[in-house]
């Protein structure tokens, strides 16, 4: 069971999220030219009294700091020779200054980068540094994105992991928004996951594979730790050995740091979950093309992967397998559609809902959330939209005109809403030393819950209703 956060924590962590990007100390520029030699550029920084500098180069702006000087030593050309251009860096990651400080530490664990560049249109206010968006904490608290990277051992990372659990509570209890603490919590845990693949994988394995975190983990709509789902593609040809025991330590390891295992095996210790591409591939056409009545949800998990380690375009290959199996086939997606219309609510649902009987309960992921992200996750699939976020598919359909966009509107709020209701739930549960579950009884819900909840629940029944007249799902 979690410790509640002492008061001064929350205080700390609300600053950092409620304030803007203004309101923290951004450092005035310092410009140089690109054709400068680092050494005239460091007797400048030196003078100004900054480890970095803005590098402009014709229409490019760059960075160079003092770690890039660290790399610039290791060159075979004179430090007063090399023109700082070549070492500088042009990729930078800019925000607005009106921004809160949480786009800004979203942005810097997105990016891995230290420093943001600080713009008002194409003006350049200054530079926002990791160190001073610590300092204006007030207890001047670790970045957990820092701890994960400098883990190099299962200890380490597990503090990170329950660093991160107490994060999801802070930003809950500060009212941010779910969406906000998704996306955050999503990218730590990726971190994590590639962290601990790279502590655990030789280098061959890590260069000749594909690692996946899968499910909601794969949409990053994952908030609270639940079950495993991961698999590893591997690249054919090459021969690995030990991957059968590197797979079980991860595995072991992520139930360690707190991920439960899969009661399903969706995970790498099984086969199915850990093959050469061209294996895969078969199991793609067999998902498909076979009769195994579990194919298509396997298909469906199979269809949030994203790539945490390793060699991307192995997952590449398999999605564009997946599609070119996929043509003129709409027997299959109906079949795949039609999981989102597997559950019912009761025939008494608005009477239990509005008076509260203590004997009904409601689960929140078979008849909340599930509906519309698998109902999303069809019509994804039916248009070749690799986008992974239920919300970003919602977009990417609207712009095809595959979906309407005040459906899609009202699908984001539902969805939303029934994330953020369950999340309440089970840190209730957590905080009364019960197992978080998707199960909830009206009698505990509070009348500002329910009537959201009810408009939520109608609003995902008319989705419904356009899946079954969509994918003629009544014909099946």
Known sequence: MTATPAPEAQREMLSLVTARIRDAYIRKPVFVDGGLDLVTVCRQMLQHGVTYAL??????????????????????????????????????VTVH?????????????????????????????????????????????????????????????????????????????????????????????????????????PSELVANSCLLVMGSEGRGEQILKTDQDNALLLRDGVDLDGVEAVATRFNAALAELGYPPCPGQIMLTNPLWCQPISGFRATLREWVYGADPDGPMRLAIFFDAACVAGDERLLHNARDHLESI???????LARFASAADQFSESSSWWSWLSTRRDEQVLDLKKLGTFPIVHGVRALALQHRIRALGTVERMQALVARRALDESLARDLTDALHFMMALKLEHQLRQRKLGRPPSNLVKPAELGALEREPLQNALAIIRRFRAFLRQHFRLDAL
């Open 97 to 201: 200054p009106d921004s809160e400080l949480f786009e800004a530490l979203w942005l810097m664990v997105r990016h891995r980068v230290h420093r943001l560049v600080v713009k008002d249109g194409d003006t350049v206010l200054g530079v926002l540094g990791q160190l001073d968006l610590v300092s204006f904490v007030a207890n001047h608290s670790h970045i957990v994105a820092a701890q994960i990277d400098d883990a190099s051992s299962l200890a380490a990372l597990k503090a990170a992991a329950q660093r991160i659990d107490d994060l999801i509570v802070l930003l809950h209890d500060g009212g941010i928004k779910i969406e906000r603490i998704t996306r955050l919590v999503s990218e730590l845990n990726t971190r994590l996951f590639a962290r601990l693949w790279l502590l655990l994988a």
């Open 55 to 92: 590098v402009r180069d014709g229409v490019r702006l760059g960075m160079f700091t003092t770690t890039d000087l660290r790399d610039a030593v290791l060159r075979s050309v004179a430090m007063n020779q090399l023109p700082v251009r070549d070492v500088a860096r042009f990729d930078l």
């Open 326 to 332: 996929l043509v003129d086939n709409d027997a299959f």
